[in-house]
């Protein structure tokens, strides 16, 4: 079944680690994007990937970073110089469409973080 | 910048009642527009996606509309059921965006 899989679903991280959270997509979307959850709050975008090796940061980018060396696979390493981790993250993929436009998303389960 | 907002935040109605979940934004010029479920802990399922041409989408008991000259979306749930509580969330698409509402957490009373 074609889909989104994010990996692990629950993270621990002490503080001052770095952590990667990985999303693997068997779509053949070129458009991969990372959000952020937080309780009672709507979803922040962190990073987003139009093209392999091309990303660009969102609306909450500092302390993240992220790579997209293959089509499928966009990971998001949380930083040490991310001062307040704990959240519900979730990755999506989009289609192409005509014009630059993405068309739909399709979402991945989510990774809890928490930092112990 | 384009907005979306969603009213009301929560929402609870007795089984059975028929509902409308609202979703606005601020800048017409959108190309799609997608609600989503989510239940607690999960990802985002999508229930509707109403493309730039069209005025409405129909799946089961859901109906969603979209007036882009309004800046207005709606969702219709038809005789709601005690698992149609979650929380809804609409999104619109234009250019290389995907920007989110804050969603309507929904609880249907049994």
């Known amino acids: 079944d074609g889909g989104i899989t994010q990996s692990p679903k629950y993270l621990f991280r002490k503080e001052g680690q770095n952590v990667t959270l990985s999303c693997e997509q068997n779509l053949n979307h070129d458009a991969m994007y990372w959000y952020r959850q937080d309780p009672g709050q709507g979803l922040r975008l962190i990073y987003y990937s139009q093209i392999v090796n091309d990303f660009q940061k969102g609306d909450i980018a500092e302390g993240y970073s992220v790579s997209r060396e293959k089509k499928e696979s966009f990971p998001l390493t949380v930083t040490s110089a991310q001062k307040n981790p704990t959240a519900f993250y979730l990755c999506?993929?989009?289609?192409?469409?005509?014009?630059?436009?993405?068309?739909?998303?399709?979402f991945g389960q989510g990774t809890r973080l928490t930092v112990v | 910048k384009q907005e979306v907002t969603q009213i009301p935040a929560a929402l609870s109605v007795p089984e059975g009642e028929n509902l409308v979940l609202n979703c606005s934004f601020t800048?017409?010029?959108?190309?799609?527009l997608q609600w989503f479920r989510q239940d607690p802990g999960k990802g985002l399922t999508s229930l509707l996606l109403i493309q730039s041409s069209q005025r409405e989408q129909t799946s089961g008991r859901l109906n969603a509309s979209l007036d882009k000259s309004s800046g207005r979306s709606t969702l219709y749930i038809a005789a709601s059921q005690p698992g149609d509580s979650a929380t809804y969330l609409c999104?619109?698409?234009?250019?290389?965006?995907?920007?989110f509402g804050k969603g309507t957490r929904l609880h249907i009373l049994p």
């Open positions: 999506a993929s989009s289609p192409p469409g005509a014009k630059a436009h993405y068309t739909e998303a399709f």
């Open positions: 999104a619109v698409f234009r250019d290389d965006k995907i920007i």
């Open positions: 800048d017409s010029a959108i190309y799609n």
